[in-house]
């Protein structure tokens, strides 16, 4: 084979393509054919148990007792927070659990053909900077487990600089925990399940046995309320409105592309546990990172809002090794399901002729694990706080055109196999939804001078940075609103279907053979030609 000619790289097309060619799908875009929908209520359960428990929920509640709020006014923030998110996920979810489509193929129907590339390529680079991060959390938790091996490990010396943010032996863990995942990145995600399933069991044990331990630890009659709720008056509201955003941000962007997990599902009820499971999970995680938070202020002297930084204090070195694994394997499963797999879907959706899921999820390791510096993101608390509101800027209006167009514009009648033709109905104009671009228009700018102001605190923008504290929320409401308007008022007539037209007749594995390939395809030409 001849590696450097891009021909040897092609991947060999699927022959149950919705695609005019290879060059606009293959086997991982298209819809899942119904026996490889696998997910269950209980898949579901366990997905979300899983990434409830990560090191970044932790922090995320924690960072808000770190910059001023008490925990009475932290826990409703991230309460309020995941149910919003809960109902966004399980809308979006829907959608993929019926068209088993995949984010980058059915936001097509909603910004056009060529538009849609525009929110899959940023998806796709925020998934990998999301990579990153989660990469180098998984790094802190292989240093404390060597730690706990080898005490050693705490005096290798370091020849970096203080400004780097990151020492000798951080790099090498890096380097080590980048290794381990590469073995889950070939996992299908009709498998991927049974991680989650391990997941989150050995993990939230761990959590109780960490939040038993700050019981024990910490004197009954200790107040710790005095101590917090540093800000009052219209701070406190911004403050709130911040984290609320914030908490928002944990995982906005899986409400954008939840139905690359949903399409997986043996029906569509089976992710509606999702809007109750999201918001009592996540709440109850962050009055675990609270509780712990504040006991480790009693114990240490200070607020210690990386759970990571806790258990390096900590003298019992099994309980160390123990706390360390079971982060290290609540952030492999995150790492994996928000962040690789999406960006493999979106980067399919790119080169579909070169790249499937498996190559895109090697894409993700390889430039999200080094092109990025993490470590200089989570080198503070409100800097973690600035990165997780940062991007729910674009998220926001995504998730609000998507949800907009498929329930309420087109009453649920899409045209599944159009959206892999780039001559189909969702053309639009030149390819381009020029109602979503106006909304996306209307909608981000205004919040960008408030990020500029938050990333630089010389920039002054005066009151309207305050917009940026509401970013997610503004976004979201401002994009359907105008979005809505727009298509009502200049309505996509090409579009509009009288019934849905599904890939519901995808041919099961067993069925492909060329005959079976060569009739189905017909059907496919005919119905398309009736629509």
């Known amino acids: 084979m001849s590696f450097h000619k891009p021909s040897s790289w092609a991947l060999e097309p699927s022959e149950s393509t919705f695609a005019p060619s290879s060059r606009w799908s293959n086997k991982d875009m298209d819809p899942v054919p119904e026996e490889s929908r696998t997910w269950r209520t209980r898949d579901f359960i366990a997905y979300w148990i899983s990434d409830a ?9 924690s960072s808000m007792i770190a910059v001023g709020l008490s ?34 193929v059915l936001n097509r129907s909603s910004f056009g053909f060529w538009f849609s590339y525009f929110t899959v390529i940023s998806r796709a680079v925020l998934a990998m900077f999301w990579f990153g991060i989660q990469t180098y959390t998984g790094s802190q938790c292989v240093y404390q487990m060597l730690k706990a091996i080898w005490p050693s490990t705490a005096r290798i010396p370091n020849h970096l600089s203080g400004s780097a943010n990151i020492t000798t032996s951080g790099i090498m863990c890096y380097f080590l925990y980048w290794l381990i995942q590469l073995p889950f990145l070939f996992v299908s995600p009709m498998k991927i399940r049974y991680l989650f399933t391990a997941k989150s069991i050995i993990v939230p044990a761990a959590w109780m046995a960490i939040f038993i331990w700050s019981l024990v630890k910490v004197p009954t009659n200790v107040s710790l309320a005095p101590k917090h709720a540093s800000v009052s008056g219209s701070a406190l ?13 944990n995982y906005a962007t899986l409400s954008v592309n939840i139905p690359d997990f949903t399409r997986y599902a043996k029906h569509p009820r089976s992710q509606y546990i999702q809007l109750i499971i999201i918001p009592v999970l996540f709440t109850f995680a962050g009055f675990i990172g609270i509780a712990v938070t504040y006991a480790g202020e009693v114990l240490y002297g200070s607020v210690i809002w990386d759970p990571l930084d806790m258990i390096d204090l900590w003298d019992n070195r099994a309980a160390a090794f123990f706390a360390a694994f ?10 994996i399901s928000a962040n690789s797999l999406s960006a493999a879907n979106d980067l399919t959706a790119l080169w579909p002729r070169y790249i499937n899921i498996r190559r ?25 706080l600035t990165f997780m509101g940062g991007y729910t800027v674009f998220l926001g209006p995504f998730a609000a055109i998507m949800i907009t167009d498929y329930y309420l514009i087109h009453k649920c009648k899409v045209d599944v196999p159009a959206m892999y033709d780039p001559h189909g109905r969702y053309k639009y104009w030149n390819g381009i939804n020029w109602r979503a671009l106006v909304a996306m228009l209307c ?24 917009l940026y504290d509401i970013g997610w929320l503004y976004g979201f409401f401002c994009a359907a609103i105008i979005y809505g308007i727009l298509s009502y008022a200049f309505p996509a007539k090409e579009t ?6 599904t890939g519901d007749y995808v041919p099961s594995a067993e069925d492909r053979s060329d005959d079976a390939s060569t009739e189905k395809k017909q059907v496919q030409t005919d119905v398309i030609a009736c629509a």
């Open 237 to 249: 509201s911004w403050a709130f409105l911040n984290s609320l955003n914030s908490a928002l941000g």
């Open 360 to 384: 895109g999820q090697i894409i993700c390791a390889t430039i999200g694990g080094w092109a990025l510096c993490p470590w200089d993101i989570l080198a503070s608390a409100p800097g973690f």
């Open 443 to 466: 909608a981000t700018p205004v919040t960008l001078p408030g990020l500029a102001a938050t990333i630089n605190t010389s920039i002054s923008v005066g009151k309207v940075s305050h």
């Open 71 to 104: 925990w009475k006014q932290a826990l409703p923030a991230i309460a309020i927070g995941h149910l919003i998110i809960s109902v966004v996920v399980v809308l979006n979810g829907t959608i993929g659990a019926r068209l088993h489509i995949s984010f980058s």
């Open 326 to 335: 079971s982060f290290s394997l609540a952030t492999l499963g995150t790492n």
């Open 496 to 501: 509009f279907l009288a019934t849905a037209i």
């Open 53 to 61: 428990a990560n090191v970044a929920t932790w922090e995320l509640a």
